[in-house]
């Protein structure tokens, strides 16, 4: 007997590892000790600074799991207004390499244009977890 095929959609989905987002809060926490310890108020003052910061990079990667996610419909992007819809047949899917200081980096772009309207989303290997030419590999196998 043969299995029927499945019937439910394929959803994949990219986030920030669970462990940079941890170490973002964990930062934060310390530096609110070490402010809170400190008796010269020019280490208060960076220190409190960095609770900010930490505060803010543990937040913004812990509101937009998952960055991307997509299904058959087309590709989700979260961001801190929400999310973003993109149907598979108007975005278009590139990787990037750029080479600064002697570093190669890469990074995902998704190019949305319907009519007037515009959308550049680029996604880069903190947003993803994952290298981003992995990601647009499984996207160009996963488009319609």
Known sequence: MTPLPSAEPTTRSWAPLPGVVALAWGLAALALLAALWSDE????????????????????????????????????????RGVHNFPWHEVKIRPVRTRRLGRDSHTLELDWERGEDEHLVVLT????????????????????
């Not at 290997?125 to 319609?144: I, K, Q, S, Y």
């Open 125 to 144: 290997w903190l947003d993803l977890g994952v290298d981003p030419r992995d990601v647009a590999e499984v996207l160009h196998a996963l488009r319609p």
């Open 41 to 80: 108020n020019t280490a208060r003052l960076l220190m409190g600074v960095a609770v900010v910061v930490g505060v803010a990079l543990g937040a913004y990667g812990t509101i937009v799991r998952p960055r991307l996610s997509v299904d058959d419909t087309g590709l989700h992007v979260r961001t801190l």
